[in-house]
């Protein structure tokens, strides 16, 4: 039995390649930055079915709780922690040897006229243990560790599109309650310009046509404003998806931030050059590689090596069993497999490469929408919107002084309503592609609401 232990013992090195530390776990250093409370299992956190405890924003949502919320309570950055953690294990479960077999036999049982039991044959025990050949656990620990670096690089860009997300998301809302604020204001302006309507059309000095004219503009005001409420309420119930779904707060506590010019294409290159989007294309390629390697080391067939020993029960005699098994590649020798492997690299090749085009198509229609609506705030913000105001205010005070008509009142208001309307539309646009561009980028680029 000795001897069969030494043997066993020797057999250990046969691979090649020692024995080498894999973590268990995912450091908060090599994931993806997030929350605190996003850390995989070594910050801390444990996956649990408890109910969470329904978030309340009773003075305003701001956007760093809204940040907060959708990086802790994302159901798809949870799953993904857990994912994180299962191939955590697999990678310590590729870097363990295959376990030895033991084999107990007892043969010859009753050679004699009658069953005399096992005391008449011989027992024989044999432990087994297969070797190894061209590097397989290495090649195992390699495709593993490649798989948690790819789900690593995964996690960091669905958490950074997640943040761009909630960023879209929440400017969204706020677009649409300032839409909100901005109706009901135009229906209150209307409702007080109505009594000096009335004043004129009772002193004789307007007809009664200004009066029906403006109810259909009170009335068409009143439409816009349940339409914005409606706007208003759906923004807020989209954003309250990323966590919970439930809209526990009344407004948002934000404003927007300034117009920011982009820049530089090739600049944009090469910032997305070292992003989490690039990292994970990477990474994806080395899934592929490993592989290759994992394949090429199957075609080296494992062996087995036996060692034990025999009791012969009449004589008590003991005896040494060896043995030496090696498969025979006849039909299989792998070549397929490794055929196969060697493909999908290839795929993972030309996959990436397409990736890489459509990045560098996506940052230039991403360049040329923020130039616009750039062009477009800043020509607004230069003065337009206040002139427009300036217009629409004096007309409307000159109307109730008989100066101006009511049609003149009525322009001056859509002009100034538009471009307002148009102001907002370009601001809206101009920080989705800021937030898309984000995504892309793995990083803030302007300054969050």
């Known amino acids: 039995m000795v001897f069969?232990?030494?043997?066993?013992a020797a057999c250990t090195s046969v691979d090649g390649a020692g024995s080498r530390?894999?973590?268990t776990r995912v450091s908060a250093d090599a994931g993806p930055p997030s929350a605190e409370s996003q850390q995989p299992e070594s910050a801390g956190w444990r996956p649990t079915s408890a109910p969470q405890k329904v978030l309340?924003?009773?003075?305003?949502?701001?956007?760093e709780a809204t940040l907060l919320a959708a990086l802790s309570r994302h159901p798809e950055l949870l799953a993904a922690q857990a994912e994180l953690e299962a191939l955590g294990a697999e990678v310590t479960a590729a870097g363990r040897r295959?376990?030895?077999?033991l084999n107990v036999q007892i043969e010859d049982i009753g050679n004699e006229a009658s069953f005399t039991g096992p005391s008449g044959g011989q027992t024989t025990v044999i432990l087994t243990h297969t070797l190894e050949r061209g590097g397989k656990r290495a090649a195992r620990e390699q495709y593993s560790e490649a798989k948690r670096e790819a789900a690593i690089a995964s996690f960091a860009v669905r958490s950074q599109t997640i943040r761009s997300e909630a960023r879209a998301r929440f400017l969204g809302a706020l677009s649409a309650q300032e839409d909100l604020e901005l109706q009901t204001s135009l229906h209150q302006q209307i409702d007080r310009f109505h009594e000096a309507v009335k004043t004129r059309v009772e002193a004789g000095k307007a007809s009664g046509v200004d009066q029906q004219q403006l109810s259909l503009l009170a009335t068409n005001?009143?439409?816009e404003r349940q339409a914005a409420e409606s706007r208003a309420r759906t923004s807020r119930l989209e954003l309250a998806q990323l966590w919970d779904g439930r809209v526990e707060f009344d407004r948002l506590e934000a404003e927007w931030p300034g117009a920011a010019a982009p820049p530089a294409y090739r600049e944009l290159l090469e910032r997305w050059a070292s992003s989490p989007g690039r990292i994970r294309l990477e990474r994806e390629l080395a899934i592929s590689e490993a592989a290759v390697q994992s394949a090429t080391s199957e075609r080296r067939q494992d062996w087995a090596l036996s060692a034990g020993f025999r009791k012969r029960e009449q004589t008590n005699d003991w005896t040494a069993v060896v043995g030496f098994d090696v498969p025979i590649p006849v039909f299989d020798a792998g070549r397929s497999a490794l055929e196969a492997a060697r493909a999908r690299r290839r795929q993972s090749i030309h996959q990436m490469e397409g990736a890489l085009r459509e990045a560098r198509g996506t940052l230039g229609a991403l360049h040329g929408a923020l130039s616009v609506s750039f062009d477009a705030l800043t020509s607004l913000q230069q003065g337009a919107l206040d002139e427009a105001r300036w217009l629409y205010e004096s007309v409307?005070?000159?109307y109730g002084q008989g100066r101006f008509e009511l049609l003149q009142v009525i322009e001056a208001q859509k002009s100034y309503f538009e471009l307002l309307?148009?102001?907002?539309?370009?601001q809206s646009q101009h920080h989705s592609a800021w937030a898309e561009l984000e995504s892309l980028l793995g990083e803030p680029s302007v300054e969050v609401p």
Do not use: K
Not at 4 to 8: D, N
Not at 56 to 63: A, C, Q, Y
């Open 221 to 223: 005001a009143r439409l």
């Open 396 to 398: 409307r005070d000159g």
């Open 98 to 101: 295959p376990n030895p077999t």
């Open 4 to 8: 069969g232990a030494a043997l066993l």
């Open 56 to 63: 309340r924003f009773d003075e305003g949502l701001t956007w």
């Open 421 to 426: 309307t148009r102001h907002r539309l370009a």
């Open 21 to 23: 530390p894999i973590p």
